[in-house]
């Protein structure tokens, strides 16, 4: 069978991380980057290194922050076609600082940047004519324009038969934006498979327990939850039953990301009809790998290379 299509649609960032633990923006500090981010693209970088023909549908600015990313997804293997190149924009950012609880504090300029622009532009609607399945952010859901785009996005492919994820993603940061609480229920109302992290599950549900919130989920038509669970690895829950899986062992240097590689990979595994034990050992790979580098997509690697870690490491 032909490799499935993967497209996701939403912003494209640098990411500027502070130096230190604790390092507060209300005052100078050494900072490293820029790394390319942005959790739709962090999503499409390690599906398409794991050899999933996957696309993203964004926007940059004619800018070095927009080279770095469009390069980066094109090495990984991404089709970048869909990204546009605007210029009088600049392509967004995020600062992003860690406290000593391991809490993290961003400051996003997304909605009014380059970002702000995506739409559904030629470019766009030929990359999903060849798309088999559509994956939303939360995150990406930060305007009425980006909105638009991701509802158009699930429509065209479930029209043909398709499928559609969904990983809430949630930031505090952004959550504020209008109508995106709206959006994120109409989105779980058309996925099949739904990411939540952790207490992201219970957003959705009246349940106080995991099984519960997963029952009551199923039962509103989605095939399947994975719920992360960071270190301690995710469980995978469908009609049949639970699967759980251990977290492999490794040094956490930098969380962010690590959610978007698990889902590209398990997504990934699952168009391919792997079995759900088989796609949470890839995710939970891909997820300890990126926690293992600084920057949000400096921790992707091909699939030979997750193969090799997963025959040495350790699972906790
Ligand atoms: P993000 O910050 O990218 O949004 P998330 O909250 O969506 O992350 P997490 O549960 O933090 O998701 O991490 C996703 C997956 O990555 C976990 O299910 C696990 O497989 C892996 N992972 C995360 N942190 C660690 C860690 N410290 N050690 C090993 N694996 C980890
Ligand atoms: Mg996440």
């Not at 991701?150 to 499928?163: D, M, P, Q, Y």
């Not at 719920?227 to 469908?238: I, P, S, T």
Request: glycine share 10%; with cysteine; hydrophobic share 45%.
């Amino acid at each position: 069978r032909e490799m499935r299509k993967l497209v996701s649609a939403g912003e494209i960032l640098v990411e500027i991380m502070a130096e230190r633990i604790g390092q507060s923006f209300l005052e100078p500090g050494p900072l490293l980057g820029p790394y390319p981010s942005g959790a739709p693209a962090i999503f499409i970088g390690q599906a398409a290194a794991l050899g999933q023909p996957a696309g993203l549908i964004g926007a940059v600015g004619d800018d070095d922050f927009g080279r770095l990313n469009i390069d980066r997804l094109r090495a990984l293997g991404a089709d970048v076609s869909a990204i546009a190149v605007h210029t009088g924009h600049a392509t967004g950012t995020a600062f992003v600082t860690y406290r000593a609880d391991a809490s993290r504090h961003f400051v996003f300029n997304i909605r009014n940047s380059a970002s702000g622009l995506i739409e559904t532009d030629a470019a766009a609607t030929n990359l999903l004519a060849c798309a088999d399945h559509v994956h939303v952010m939360g995150s990406s859901l930060f305007s009425d324009r980006a909105i638009a785009v991701a509802l158009s996005a699930i429509e065209t492919v479930k029209a043909k038969g398709g499928t559609v994820s969904f990983d809430p993603n949630i930031r505090r940061e952004i959550m504020q934006a209008s109508g995106m609480r709206a959006a994120l229920d109409h989105v779980l109302a058309r996925a099949d498979i739904f990411l939540p992290s952790g207490e992201e599950l219970f957003l959705f549900s009246s349940a106080k327990d995991e099984k519960g919130a997963a029952d009551e989920l199923l039962a509103r038509g989605l095939s399947c939850i994975v719920l992360k669970k960071g270190a301690a690895g995710a469980v995978y829950h469908d009609h049949h039953g639970a699967v759980a899986s251990s977290g492999f062992a490794v040094d956490e240097v930098d969380p962010t990301g690590a959610g978007d590689c698990f889902g590209a990979a398990f997504v990934s595994f699952w168009l391919r009809g792997a079995a759900p034990a088989e796609a949470l050992r890839i995710a939970n790979a891909c997820g300890a790998l990126a926690v293992t580098r600084k920057g949000p997509m400096e921790g992707i690697f091909p699939l030979e290379a997750v193969e090799a870690f997963i025959a040495t490491g350790n699972t906790q």
